[in-house]
């Protein structure tokens, strides 16, 4: 089947069941500040699992964009994307475990209505229980999917694996279908298992279905079994996941959620792979006219070395879904990610590939017929001129790059150290400095490369940190008032600006203040004279500023501003009712002692970031 049928037939057939169908949250949440983007279909519905009450009902179902940064690294073998959609339906107190796992086996296998799976191809892993979470093992949904599998002739025994590592060795016998695994496999939050859930995070056991790619899918080290389920085997792939979210994690362990609620997610593209019967899942109609056009350029069969180009594929279509967010590259947060891919797309075509003249911008109109009916906005201008501006000043720094290259290798060596330098520095990839020492017969050592990088990265936290949980670098006096009047500088520039603005970067003085926010152009004499006027009113109502500590769904309630780390407490600044920022401080006890507000300069520095530097006289 389509990629375009199969999210049809899903909300079809979720719609047929009495859910409410919900549009796609943004890929770059607004709301939640929490994550750069949404990892699941669930992330938007959280007040919703912890107890609100959404307008649509207590039945909703959804494709959802997401991207999942943390998977960049694992994109190249056959079941890995970073973008993807997830089918998604959810119970609000409404239906519960039985419900939701006959609908989900019947969405898979009826050929009518559904997908059309054969059962014979489907495992199901369920929890285990924890002792520890006093949590039982879960005998119903076993029982719910050992009678589905019975009736549609397929005998479904249990078998009890625990933690996925111990079970590695251990092969499926005879009659075995459901699987039972610990909290590792088989409990789901978004932090991951239960003992590195935040308080106030909602969570449950889940119960997954995978689908059996065959012997031919596996890893040759699995050659010699049938592999169980969940195993990094290769052969099972998971494509659903029903979580019983019902518990919520308190300082002391788990307390129940208002309503036992249901979280389903599907991989949109890992199911159409398993409607093709293929475990490659760039073979699905999604990626071909991508792979094609890469293959007939560059001469390169596709199964003969497919990683670049799932590469390309992959990259390309994420960079277009964030871009069409809205989001420019730089070299902070989404924007580096964007950049990132974009960059990493770039050097698999002209390397990884060989094809030198084939821009990336040639390749969009493939995505875009693919997506553009339900995704409009991927089909704007800015989608494929953002990328295009990326992929010219990547290439610019290649050659850059290639000249400090150069002037390295006339040594007739390059240190692990140096080819870090050229990666951090000039934005040269570590691949291409050792490919490109290797056709000069330059010899390169990777030692020192990773000690380099830690260094490098040790001092950017401390940066960030410094930035991000107060202590100022100098804790005078007019540095606390330039503080202070950030977080005026920042709630105001959202009021004027809207909430598209925010912070990527912020340097006191004594002399002045420096503020970075996204914003795509630069502020009109109006608009930086309305930020100066909203500033300057907020100092002469001499507003008391408060520093309080709080759990962060409290702080995430008030609406406070701001970067900050995912934890249990977080402080946050609030300025009279005006600011709520998260920060560490310091701050003067009220505004009325910072004086007159100027702005002395608004400008670029990069992509989509403005500067402004202000003054207090
Ligand atoms: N939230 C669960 C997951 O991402 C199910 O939707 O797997």
């Known amino acids: 089947m389509e990629l375009n049928e199969v999210r049809k037939r899903y909300l079809d057939y979720m719609r047929d069941r009495g859910h409410s169908v919900l549009a796609s949250a943004p890929l770059v949440p607004r ?44 994109v190249g073998d056959n079941r890995h994307t970073t973008f993807f959609e997830m089918l998604g339906n959810w119970s609000l107190g409404s239906y519960f475990k039985k419900e939701q796992i006959e609908q989900c086996f019947l969405f898979l296998t009826d ?69 039972f695994y610990d909290a590792d496999e088989n409990w789901w939050s978004r932090s991951g298992s239960p003992d590195t859930m935040p308080v106030g995070e909602p969570g449950g056991p889940d119960t997954e279905v995978f689908y059996d790619f065959g012997d031919s ?206 990666q951090s520095t000039y934005g040269f990839p570590k691949e291409l400095t050792i490919s490109l020492a290797r056709e000069k017969h330059v010899s390169v050592s990777s030692d020192g490369y990773v000690s380099a990088m830690h260094r490098h990265r040790e001092s950017s936290r401390q940066a960030s940190e410094r930035k991000f949980k107060g202590g100022l670098a100098d804790a005078s006096d007019m540095s606390v008032k330039y503080h202070t009047a950030t977080h005026l500088l920042h709630q105001a520039l959202r009021d004027v600006l809207g909430n598209t603005v925010e912070q990527r970067g912020s340097n006191i003085t004594p002399e002045r203040l420096r503020f970075d926010f996204s914003y795509d152009r630069k502020l009109t004499d109006e608009e930086k004279k309305q930020v100066e006027t909203v500033v300057n009113d907020k100092i002469q109502e001499g507003l008391e500023v408060r520093c309080m500590d709080m759990p962060l769904e409290e702080a995430r309630r008030l609406g406070a501003i701001g970067t900050f780390e995912y934890g249990d407490t977080v402080r946050v600044y609030c300025i009279g009712e005006y600011s709520k920022e998260f920060c560490g401080g310091p701050h003067v006890g009220n505004t009325a002692d910072l004086g007159s507000f100027r702005i002395t300069k608004e400008e670029s520095v990069a992509a989509g970031i403005r500067r402004i530097k202000a003054v207090l006289e």
Request: glycine share 8%.
């Open 217 to 422: 899918a596996a890893d040759p080290a699995y050659a010699d079994m049938k592999p169980h389920p969940a195993s990094d085997s290769g052969r099972f792939v998971e494509i659903g996941n029903s979580v019983f979210m019902q518990h919520i994690r308190t300082k002391n362990g788990f307390t129940q959620l208002p309503k036992k609620n249901v979280d389903f997610g599907g991989g949109l593209e890992r199911l159409v792979a398993a409607t093709e019967d293929t475990a490659d899942i760039f073979r699905i109609d999604a990626f071909a006219s991508c792979i094609s056009a890469l293959a007939e350029r560059s001469g390169i069969a596709y199964d003969t070395r497919p990683r670049p180009f799932r590469i390309v594929a992959d990259h390309l279509r994420a960079a277009m879904f964030i871009a069409a967010d809205g989001v420019s590259p730089s070299n902070t947060d989404q924007g580096y990610v964007l950049r990132r891919l974009v960059r990493s797309a770039v050097y698999n075509v002209q390397y990884g590939l060989g094809i030198a003249d084939l821009p990336l911008t040639v390749l969009v109109p493939s995505m875009v017929s693919m997506y553009a009916d339900r995704y409009p906005e991927i089909a704007e201008e800015r989608v494929v001129q953002t990328i295009g501006d990326e992929e010219e000043r990547f290439i610019t720094t290649l050659q850059k790059g290639t000249k400090v290259f150069d002037a390295i290798a006339k040594k007739g060596a390059i240190t692990g150290e140096e080819m870090f330098t050229l």
């Open 111 to 179: 050929p009518n209505s559904g997908l059309g799976l054969n059962p014979e191809r489907l495992y199901v892993s369920v929890f285990a229980g924890d002792k520890l979470l006093n949590i039982p093992r879960d005998e119903e949904s076993a029982e719910v999917w050992r009678q589905l599998f019975t009736s549609a002739g397929v005998t479904a025994e249990t078998a009890h694996i625990g933690s996925k590592e111990n079970g590695d060795r251990r092969g499926i016998k005879n009659g075995e279908r459901i699987f």
């Open 31 to 74: 709301e939640d500040s929490t994550t750069l983007f949404t990892g699941s279909g669930m992330q938007p519905l959280v007040p919703y699992l912890l107890g609100k009450e959404h307008p649509k009902g207590t039945r909703l179902a959804n494709a959802q964009k997401c991207f999942r940064a943390n998977d960049i690294d694992e």
